[in-house]
């Protein structure tokens, strides 16, 4: 572990010190290529920033009327059919939608129940295997111009279940 930490500490370093090395080499302007990317990078970020920040204010907004909690009361008789502790709903529905709204759901799961507990195990499995579907959407989509995203939602969302549903299932097979 040690030595990772001493290797972290150089890496990136070097990292720059090979880049600029490299383009001297090749007779690259390299403060101008910094430039260039830098410029080309900022035309991007104004473009992503509109769908992000909506869909930021959308999940603050989500959260905050209760509306999360409710969906959790009241699908509680049918998780316990399932065998799906109830405590996980919120962040299966909320990690499509914001990677750090699952992540602190995540974390609130795991200060309550423990890392090693059947809960904690299972949404960690379902974090960890669901992607931020309406994030990725907006940011890609929207970095290049796509309005018209077709079936990749629908995919991404039946990609997600099935995740979700998988990480259940194993879940209770291991606990």
Excluded: W
Aim: hydrophobic letters at 50%.
């Amino acid at each position: 572990m040690e030595i990772i930490k001493q290797v972290s500490v150089f890496l990136i370093p070097l990292m720059l010190m090979i880049t600029v090395t490299v383009g001297f080499i090749k007779k690259v302007d390299v403060y101008q290529a910094f430039i260039k990317g830098v410029k080309e990078s900022l035309k991007t970020v104004l473009n992503i920033f509109p769908p992000v920040a909506t869909l930021m204010i959308a999940i603050g907004i989500f959260r905050a009327s209760g509306l999360l909690d409710f969906l959790m009361t009241s699908l509680k008789p049918v998780t316990d059919i399932l065998n799906i502790p109830c405590e996980i709903i919120p962040m299966a529905i909320l990690r499509p939608m914001s990677g750090s709204g699952g992540i602190a759901m995540l974390t609130d799961i795991i200060k309550n129940f423990g890392a090693d507990s059947k809960i904690g195990f299972m949404a960690s499995v379902i974090c960890g295997s669901t992607e931020t579907t309406f994030y990725t959407v907006a940011v890609y989509f929207g970095s290049v111009g796509i309005t018209d995203t077709r079936h990749t939602i629908k995919c991404a969302l039946i990609a997600d279940f099935v995740c979700i549903a998988s990480g259940i299932i194993v879940c209770n097979m291991l606990f």
